[in-house]
Nanobody, 118 residues
Framework: QVQLVESGGGFVQAGGSLRLSCAAS?????MGWFRQAPGKEREFAAA????????SYADSVKGRFTISRDNAKNTVDLQMNSLKPEDTAVYYC??????????????WGQGTQVTVSS
């Protein structure tokens, strides 16, 4: 069983930055961040393999967001720069059962709200 707790969400103006953090308890492998905007389905944002050497991003965040992890601390972060109003969403930390994110996540955090004003 893996428990995930996100932090770092908040309110920011367009062009600003936020850093989300996810603290995990239990054994983790590949990790990821997803987001869900009001009235929309949850979508993939970024993922990182267990060893941290391989990352993937949604086209909508590529070049602006950076995912990283610290396996010693069992944490995964999402640095979000050049934020846009369309980045407004609840952001969820996710944990996969594999060392690379090749399937749907197995565990989810409770989510943290990110609001970007124009």
């Amino acid at each position: 069983q893996v428990q995930l707790v996100e932090s770092g969400g908040g309110f920011v103006q367009a062009g600003g930055s936020l850093r989300l953090s996810c603290a995990a308890s239990g054994r983790t492998f590949a990790m990821g961040w997803f987001r869900q905007a009001p009235g929309k389905e949850r979508e993939f944002a970024a993922a990182i393999a267990w060893r941290g050497g391989s990352t993937s991003y949604a086209d909508s965040v590529k070049g602006r967001f950076t995912i990283s992890r610290d396996n010693a601390k069992n944490t995964v972060d999402l640095q979000m720069n050049s934020l846009k109003p369309e980045d407004t969403a609840v952001y969820y930390c996710a944990s996969y059962l594999n060392v690379v994110p090749t399937s749907a996540p197995r565990y989810w955090g409770q989510g943290t709200q990110v609001t970007v004003s124009s």
